[in-house]
């Protein structure tokens, strides 16, 4: 049975952060046995892209220096580091400018310790990945002896919810991304990936910011939403669980959760979790706004071509703002099938190659792209 901790916080007041994320951490015991003093330790946060903390997109530097905090006091050297992304070239260049925004430079200016700047990129083999067993990481990765996930509690337009797990696909380096996007395109398969990356990695302990999250189209376009938690466990998928619970979703809505289950390496039952502080009916929360790619998976009781082809039809897909777009490129870039082209200077879709990754929705700094779904699927989905 694994530990989940669970504290309220009202706010990103330093003090009070710091006090529920130590909170946290000291009522998981397995923690301090597995963390010895002088060990190398990752906090990789969720660092999406270049954008102020209080927009709910990334993990806040509050949060991240609470957890640096405890690690100092385990005798620890700490390192910070993310790759952003997936149209963004993974780069000393880049990665100070999202360090600077996201508040992470203050974070180790305050604290002392170090900022991954080593945009090296190594293959390891991973022999019991469903989905890619040579996968391209970040160095820094295997330079570490322990990583501890850091992720923002938010919606997910592809993978209906990210945390713990979902968060760890920032291993992977910049535009490496785009082809394991295209290469593994339906969520099922994209899970595999995730659960693959999680197990390879294996933090040794995960931190949830959810002081304030994201609902809706997140995990960068949603509506922010005050929640007022910090949650930890040693393991990524009882902390996932937990923190789906407490905000009203259903675990079988995501994808994650059913492929760690499919291969029984944890299984979606509360009672398999040992809830430390706040307990989950304690927490009165309105449910979560789903992100609107909430899919219909399957017709029934029609042949599979006409299920395909109806699907495939009514399917979500991004449309494009142009009261807001700035004509930037970004969905170019980081769209895996390259499903969008740049004519008279505005984005248009080729609806024909979108693989409904919705990778330009989620990296859009202008929130230009949205999710148009089809009138027939509202209806189904009511």
């Known amino acids: 049975m694994y530990k989940v901790s669970i504290a309220r916080c009202a706010n990103y007041q330093y003090n009070e952060v710091e006090k529920s994320v130590f909170q946290c951490l000291d009522k998981i015991p397995e923690i301090k ?25 990334t993990t806040h530097p509050g949060v991240v220096q609470a957890i640096v905090r405890y690690l100092q006091t385990l005798g620890c050297k700490v390192i910070i580091g993310d790759s952003p992304g997936s149209a963004l070239s993974y780069n000393e260049k880049l990665l100070h400018s999202v360090y600077k925004i996201t ?23 991973n022999r019991s990945a469903q989905g890619v067993k040579n996968m391209q ?14 992720a923002k509690l ?25 082809d394991y996007h295209l290469r593994m395109n339906k969520a099922d398969n994209f899970a595999a990936l995730l659960v693959d990356i999680c197990e390879y990695v294996k933090p040794v302990f ?41 905000i009203g979703m259903d675990p079988q809505a995501v994808p994650t959760m059913v492929e760690a289950e499919k291969r029984n390496i944890f299984s979606n039952n509360l009672k398999n979790i040992e809830v430390k502080g706040v307990q989950l009916q304690e927490i009165q929360l309105k449910p979560f706004k789903y992100p609107v790619t909430k899919s219909v998976n399957e017709l029934g009781g029609v042949p599979k071509f006409v299920e395909n082809f109806v699907l495939n039809h009514m399917r979500p897909k991004p449309i494009f703002n142009y009261q807001t777009c700035v004509s930037c490129g970004l969905c170019v870039e980081s769209c895996p099938p390259r499903a969008i082209k740049m004519l008279n200077n505005k984005p248009v879709l080729n609806s024909d190659r979108c ?10 700094p202008q929130k230009a792209v949205h999710i148009k779904r089809n009138w027939l699927y509202e209806k189904i989905l009511k």
């Open 103 to 125: 508040g992470m430079i203050d974070v180790a200016n305050t604290t002392g310790c170090e900022l991954n700047y080593d945009s090296a990129v190594i293959e390891v083999v």
């Open 154 to 178: 938010k919606t997910h337009v592809m993978m209906t919810y990210t945390g713990a797990v979902k968060n760890l696909f920032g291993v992977i380096p910049g535009r490496t991304k785009i």
């Open 33 to 57: 046995q597995k963390i010895k003093s002088q060990t190398k330790v990752l906090v990789k946060a969720n660092l999406l892209r270049g954008n102020d903390p209080e927009d709910a997109i």
């Open 137 to 150: 990481i970040i160095k820094i990765v295997n330079d570490v002896d322990f990583v501890v996930s850091a």
């Open 206 to 246: 995960s931190v949830i910011d959810a002081i304030e999250g994201m609902e809706g189209d997140g995990p960068a376009a949603g509506d922010k939403r005050h929640v007022g938690l910090i949650l930890a466990s040693e393991n990524p998928y009882a902390l996932d669980l937990a923190a789906i619970h407490a």
């Open 355 to 364: 693989i409904r990754c919705f990778c330009c929705h989620e990296l859009c």
